[in-house]
């Protein structure tokens, strides 16, 4: 007979607890009640931005691609420079590209561009946390 029970129907498993809250992630830790902006930087923040340029040099190729048409191109640019100007610690930046990225986008990130220098405070803490981490 043990031959044939691999065929019969395993017991289910029990069920992980619904009521265990699963541990909220570094960024949401930092972000705390504010939803809007957790949701935002979530979009936008790269987990290691050290090798995707400077803000600078993605403005400059964001606004080439623009006046040449490459709409789609030159919103990815203009997202990586916000993402890079948040790990630069810069405001205006992240103001002026974003600004562009709602512009060209449906996706408007919003909370971003309404306090951008909250938006850097928890970058930059979120990027010297995870950086220490690896």
């Known amino acids: 007979m043990r031959i ?3 065929f019969r129907k395993k017991k289910p498993e029990a069920a992980p ?10 960024l949401e830790q930092l972000c705390g009640d504010d939803k809007l902006l957790y949701e935002d930087l979530s979009w936008s923040l790269y987990l290691d931005p050290r090798n995707k340029g400077t803000y600078e040099e993605s403005m ?3 606004e080439s691609l623009e006046r ?6 030159s919103l990815r640019s203009y997202q990586n420079a916000g993402a890079l100007a948040m790990y630069e610690s810069n405001a205006k930046g992240v103001k002026m590209a974003f600004d562009k990225v709602a512009e060209l986008s449906s996706r408007k990130f919003e909370r971003i561009r309404a306090v951008p220098e909250k938006a ?11 950086m220490r981490a690896r």
Not at 17 to 26: F, G, I, N, R, V
Not at 68 to 73: A, C, L, N, Y
Not at 120 to 130: D, L, M, N
Request: positive net charge.
């Open 4 to 6: 044939l029970d691999r």
């Open 68 to 73: 040449e048409g490459k709409t789609k191109e």
């Open 60 to 62: 400059r190729k964001a």
């Open 17 to 26: 607890d619904k009521e265990a809250k699963k541990e909220p992630s570094l």
């Open 120 to 130: 850097v405070e928890i970058a930059s803490k979120f990027y010297e946390q995870a």
